[in-house]
């Protein structure tokens, strides 16, 4: 996960001062999510069967090199081929990093230490983004554009280099997994990879539980693209460049505050989260109509309760995974969060061209509430009960 990223919040601003237009910066989204979606489950299966520590740096240093493109071809065609970097890493990474941690509790016996500290690790990678966005101000000032993207690129670079330190167990499923998968494999690293996308997908069409855990998951994770438009929602309410990352700060510190409690969360009941789903919707479209600079405090307490309800989901839907390709199956569900988020930027494309910003956003918190309507009967239980049901 990229961290320490000073671009982050200001880069909305810096397609639309090198003359980009709100419908054309949409269409950078767009370009950044199809790209994902389209390498989610490839990339995810690719997890499974090769070192997911080594995708973890490659797509680190991918990364890396998307944000160089912005600063040094400072144009559409840059900007458009720095998401599609971004995009790639982005999948090289999602499914990736979620499966490797729960196979690395899983090797110690720990898997119910799952979520508490990928919430931690959320929250601890939320809180570098908040020093990044604190320092874009200040660093903005120094050396303009040119400097965020410098100090973006060494983040990057330090990322891989933490991953390629991080240890890697054998996996504790790893016999089953030869034994489920190479029969029909047809022999080989390619034979493999395609027996093992068959057991993930598989997965997701026959567990109906796996199957509504994905789509919920997804759906959350689409609601993401809520941030994208904070940093130009600052702009719409008069903010200067200078202040806007302070504005966006407040999200990110409550984010990482959602992502600090959602240990203490992941046996809370599916209609309390649904509960607070709701309320984030509403603290969401309240922030953006007000009009002020003060709306982004509903706006981060309504981000930051969503961040937690999401990574609870996340949690929940590693227990229900029981099969060997777990990173292809969570895969599947950020490869659904790329669509909708794509549908998102569609949306805010065309959208922009009779709606003001504000009522886009709110318009974006309808189904936000929709989804929290069925999060309860989505949300699969902790692994915690389902083994006192087992056992029962």
């Not at 990364?63 to 890493?89: D, E, H, N, T």
């Not at 809520?226 to 309410?237: C, S």
């Not at 959602?262 to 984030?280: D, I």
Request: glycine share 12%; net charge negative; proline share 5%.
């Amino acid at each position: 996960m990229q961290d320490f990223i000073p671009l982050y919040p200001v880069y909305g601003l810096l397609f639309t001062d090198h003359g980009l237009s709100a419908s054309e910066v949409s269409t950078l989204f767009i370009i950044w999510s199809t790209t994902a979606f389209l390498l989610e489950v490839p990339s995810g299966a690719w997890a499974d069967v090769f070192s997911r520590r080594k995708l973890l740096v490659l797509g680190a240093l991918i990364g890396g090199l998307g944000f160089a493109s912005w600063i040094v071809v400072p144009s559409y065609a840059g900007f458009a081929f720095g998401f599609v970097l971004w995009g790639i890493s982005s999948a090289l990474i999602s499914g990736t990093f979620e499966a490797f941690v729960y196979d690395e509790l899983a090797a110690r016996g720990a898997v119910d230490r799952y979520a508490g500290l990928i919430g931690r690790g959320k929250a601890a990678a939320l809180v570098m983004n908040l020093a990044a966005t604190a320092l874009a101000a200040p660093l903005y000032e120094l050396g303009g554009y040119p400097l965020l993207g410098a100090v973006s690129v060494c983040s990057c670079l330090a990322q891989a280099a933490v991953a390629l330190s991080l240890p890697e167990a054998a996996r504790v499923a790893m016999a089953d997994e030869t034994e489920e998968v190479e029969p029909g494999a047809g022999g080989g690293p390619l034979g493999r990879y395609a027996a093992m996308l068959r057991s993930g997908l598989t997965e997701v069409a026959t567990s109906r539980t796996v199957r509504k855990a994905v789509a919920l998951v997804a759906l959350l994770g689409g609601f993401l693209a809520f941030d994208e438009y904070f940093p130009l929602l600052a702009r719409e309410i008069g903010a200067s460049t200078t202040l806007v990352p302070l504005l966006i700060a407040g999200t990110v510190a409550a984010q990482a505050i959602g992502g600090a409690l959602a240990g203490p969360a992941y046996r809370m009941r599916g209609r309390l989260l649904a509960v607070g789903l709701a309320v984030s919707a509403g603290l969401l479209a309240w922030g953006a109509l007000s009009g002020t600079a003060q709306g982004f405090v509903p706006i981060a307490v309504g981000y930051g309760v969503m961040q937690l309800v999401i990574i609870v989901a996340e949690a929940r839907l590693q227990d229900a995974i029981t099969g060997p390709a777990r990173a292809t199956v969570t895969s599947v569900s950020g490869l659904f969060a790329e669509v909708f988020a794509v549908v998102v930027y569609v949306g805010f494309a065309l959208g922009s061209l009779w709606l003001a910003l504000p009522a886009l956003v709110v318009a974006l918190t309808v189904p936000l509430f929709l989804t929290a309507l069925i999060t309860s009967s989505a949300l699969p239980p902790p692994a915690s009960q389902v083994e006192e049901t087992a056992d029962g």
